[in-house]
């Protein structure tokens, strides 16, 4: 296998594990737990990558959560910060981002591609700049909101879960219907 197509294995095989934020929040636990948020996602493509012999880092943004599940109307800012990996690949520094898996394009959801080489599109849509070790603070979500609001984000975390496994059960049910049709 060549270097391009190793790198290209690497990223589907951690695009493809659920993305979930109740699951793994690290690299060491992704694939023991088998879903994982941006965080341990991340994480695992930067440590994979180093391991096949790339610079790799970690890169963190303001987002803005999805519309959806309804339940992000009762959190107090839909602001968040998003993890992703970039790779030293030809000497440029390449955006790598695995976070969401296949199913969850059915939801609108972005599913990177990636060709080995250049930029992959982002899971989430930055909100301001990018940041990077080195660059001071790192960005912090929801400046300013009083800790008391915490608990909608638990009831929001929540119904995210079960949203995301939702729309994983109805693109296998089409999945099966498809192949039942055939």
């Known amino acids: 296998m060549d270097s391009c197509a190793e790198r290209i294995a690497l990223f589907l ?4 594990v659920p993305y979930a934020t109740d699951g793994a929040h690290d ?9 994982g948020d941006c965080l341990a996602k991340s994480a695992y493509l930067i440590g994979a990558l180093r391991a096949l012999g790339y610079p ?4 963190r943004w303001l987002y803005h959560l999805p519309d959806r599940p309804a339940e992000v109307r009762l959190l ?3 602001e968040d910060v998003h993890s992703a990996a970039e790779a030293l690949i030809d ?3 390449t955006l790598v ?9 059915a939801a609108g959801l972005a599913v990177a591609e990636w060709d080995g080489i250049t930029d992959t599109v982002p899971a989430y849509e930055p909100r301001g700049p990018l940041w990077r070790p080195g660059d001071g603070p790192e960005p912090v979500p929801n400046a300013g909101v009083p800790e008391s609001r915490v608990d ?3 009831s929001y975390q929540a119904a995210f879960n079960r949203w995301l496994r939702d729309i994983r059960a109805a693109a296998s049910n089409t999945s099966r ?3 039942a049709d055939v």
């Open 13 to 16: 095989a951690v695009r493809d």
């Open 27 to 35: 690299a060491e636990t992704l694939m023991v737990v088998g879903r």
């Open 56 to 59: 790799a880092r970690r890169v």
């Open 76 to 78: 107090p800012s839909r």
């Open 91 to 93: 000497g440029r520094w």
């Open 97 to 105: 981002d695995a976070t969401h898996d296949p199913p969850l394009a």
């Open 152 to 154: 909608g984000g638990r």
């Open 177 to 179: 219907h498809r192949a």
